[in-house]
């Protein structure tokens, strides 16, 4: 159990208690805590390498174009990135 739960529970019972003694002006019990629904992101990390050596290199976009199209029908928001920003290398 989270220390921020516990501490929640602990305020609930002494709320109670107090009430229970009679007090009028009780503070009301803490709301409970509830969970955002984060958006659902993917970062598809790509190549920034042009050259591996003397020989010519790139993405090779089914690598990318794939997984892309998986997430956007599955209503994810991708961002696609490079290793060095900029343009990602194309092999041809």
């Known amino acids: 159990m989270s220390c ?3 501490s929640l529970e602990k305020l609930a019972t002494l709320h109670a208690r107090h009430a229970l003694k009679g007090h009028r002006h009780a503070t009301p019990p803490p709301r409970r805590v ?3 629904k984060m958006a659902k992101k ?3 990390v790509s ?3 042009g050259q591996m050596g003397e020989h ?3 993405l ?3 690598e990318l ?3 892309y199209t998986v997430f956007t029908k599955a209503g994810f928001d991708v961002t696609i990135a490079s290793i060095a920003g900029g343009a990602v290398p194309v092999c041809a």
């Open 4 to 6: 921020e739960r516990k």
């Open 34 to 36: 509830t969970k955002t």
């Open 42 to 44: 993917v970062l598809l």
């Open 47 to 49: 190549t920034s390498a």
């Open 56 to 58: 010519p290199t790139g």
């Open 60 to 62: 090779w976009i089914s």
């Open 65 to 67: 174009a794939e997984p």
